[in-house]
């Protein structure tokens, strides 16, 4: 199994930055990629970014592409979120996940970070 734990998150003006970190456990050897979703009050999870634990890929969703960049440290096997001019939006609980095949589903969650943006 491969256990994740998130931190970084916070309160932050419109405009402003923060940078999210996902600290992996365990199974590492197992993991294909790590992403972050998120989900805010009212709605469905949603997919934010995505980076290959090889490091050679990465994917954005359109809402925060330009803004968000997804990066991993494999010696610290920790990810990161980093946040550029954020929006009211972009308030949501974000949750990072990893899965260990490139057609499997996100198995491994961590608890979650609260990100709120005040406008």
């Known amino acids: 199994q491969v256990q994740l734990v998130e931190s970084g998150g916070g309160l932050v003006q419109a405009g402003g930055s923060l940078r999210l970190s996902c600290a992996a456990s365990?199974?590492?050897?197992?993991?294909?990629?790590m992403g972050w979703f998120r989900q805010a009050p009212g709605k469905e999870r949603e997919f934010v970014a995505a980076?290959?634990?090889?490091?050679?890929?990465?994917r954005y969703a359109a809402p925060v592409k330009g803004r968000f960049t997804i990066s991993r440290d494999n010696v610290k096997n920790t990810v990161y979120l980093q946040m550029n001019s954020l929006k009211f939006e972009d308030t949501a609980l974000y949750y990072c996940?990893?899965?260990?095949?490139?057609?499997?589903?996100?198995?491994?969650w961590g608890q979650g970070t609260q990100v709120t943006v005040s406008s």
């Open positions: 365990g199974r590492t050897f197992s993991i294909y990629d």
């Open positions: 996940t990893s899965r260990t095949t490139i057609l499997g589903s996100y198995e491994y």
């Open positions: 980076i290959a634990w090889s490091g050679r890929s990465t």
